[in-house]
């Protein structure tokens, strides 16, 4: 098959959409299919972005001006406008594909203006799991004469589902997030952030933009007291961008339990989740599945986790992680001590989630993407060859 994928965000940033469309692509590849990349970027349109301008992203065509735009306790970087429409045409046009696979086609970015210029199946994924959204519902008769132009709605969680399901109307079939599972599963430990197992205090380990309030930092920061009480010596390795400035608030003996790595590569991602003696998400909301916490399971780290719907469903209702009670920190404190000084059942619980994680290698997640396509490639053919009613002669479409 030739399939054209569309990101709504701008891959120069790291997020789960673009990290998701990227190892979509690379996996996709693998099977043996024909597969491009449009995603937001670049001043000089489709022709800028040729193969040797993005090293190690073939097929990837840049769309247009970057536009940064709050959405969901979020920055997200978009495209829009149109000369960006423009170029969607001209990719679409140009890439003879036997269907287009858009993210987020609710988000004003790349994926609605390819969802409304396709002339070909177009197969659509939801990411986000929004509790409520006035601007959603507002939306919705702008929204309906694309969205009724899609052949297959997928979520990657039962809350992204949920989403569609009560915003837009219709259902999805619910294929998650992918994760290269032996990537991390192979990860050598850094010894800069080895704790228990090199005989030092613990090491913990938090992932996400330090300026954005629902990934929760400032709960995890509040609990370092009794962190610091129960584990003498312990480390908090913050990895992601922002200048986190609320830290510098922080009291001294407490600010000095954080090292903060500013962004990593996903290599070095790989690295600190093999490193850590627990993985810490203290995420307040806004999360549809939790990425992350099947990173950090494959890579052997055990996972601390609030208890929001997506990270439940995720660990298990607790069984593969520790939960603990949303922007709790004493709550947050105690998850980890039980944790740190319960190692038989944290053994136990990352050896399920070891086992558990492998639902979700790329391996599985093609396969059914792959299934969901020659579905709505069978469905297309069997429209094409049957007869045109003597009632839509004329009118169809």
């Known amino acids: 098959m030739r399939i054209g994928v569309v990101c709504p965000y701008a891959l120069d940033v790291p997020g789960g959409v673009q990290l998701h469309v990227r190892d979509q692509a690379r996996e996709l590849r693998r099977l043996g299919h024909e597969v491009g990349v449009l995603a937001p970027g670049g001043e ?18 840049l769309a247009g001006r970057v536009v940064a735009v709050p959405f969901n306790g979020s920055v997200a970087r978009l495209s829009f406008g149109p000369v960006t429409a423009a170029r969607v045409r001209r990719w679409l046009a140009g890439g003879r594909w036997d269907l287009v696979h858009v993210h987020e086609p609710a988000s004003p970015s790349l994926g609605l203006l390819a969802l409304l210029a396709a002339e070909v199946p177009v197969v659509a994924t939801f990411h986000s799991a929004l509790e409520r959204s ?36 219709g259902d999805a079939v619910v294929v998650p997030n992918g994760v290269r599972v032996d990537d991390f599963a192979g990860a050598a430990p850094d010894p800069r952030w080895l704790g228990a197992r090199a005989g030092r205090p613990p090491v913990l380990g938090f992932l996400g933009r330090l300026d954005e309030p629902r990934k929760g930092l400032a709960v995890l920061a509040a ?28 009291p001294a003996e407490d600010a000095a339990a954080l090292e903060l790595l500013g962004p990593v590569s996903e290599e070095g991602k790989r690295s600190l989740l093999a490193s850590v003696d627990a993985y810490v998400a ?20 055990p996972v601390v986790a609030s208890a929001l719907p997506a990270f439940r469903r995720v660990l298990g209702q607790g069984e593969l992680g520790t939960l603990f009670a949303v922007g709790d920190a004493d709550a947050l404190a105690a998850a980890v001590a039980g944790v740190l000084d319960d190692p038989a059942a944290t053994a136990a619980r990352r050896a399920a989630a070891a ?43």
């Open 44 to 61: 000089r349109g489709p022709a800028a972005s040729r193969d040797d301008d993005e090293p190690g992203e073939p097929g990837l065509e």
């Open 223 to 250: 609990a370092l007291p009794r962190l610091r009480a129960a584990h003498p010596g312990v480390r908090v390795l913050v990895a992601g961008s922002g200048d986190g400035g609320a830290l510098r608030r922080l």
């Open 134 to 169: 006035r601007a959603m519902r507002a939306a919705q008769p702008l929204l309906r004469p694309g969205f009724e132009r899609i052949s297959a709605r997928v979520a990657v969680s039962e809350d992204a589902r949920r989403t569609v399901v009560e915003h837009l109307g």
């Open 355 to 397: 086992a558990a994680v492998r639902r979700y290698d790329w391996a599985v997640v093609a396969d059914e993407l792959v299934a969901v396509y020659e579905t709505v490639l069978r469905g297309s053919r069997a429209e094409a060859r049957a007869p045109v009613p003597p009632t839509r002669r004329g009118g169809w479409r």
């Open 282 to 301: 203290p995420q307040t909301g806004g999360e549809s599945f939790g990425i992350v916490l099947v990173e950090a399971m494959a890579a052997g780290a």
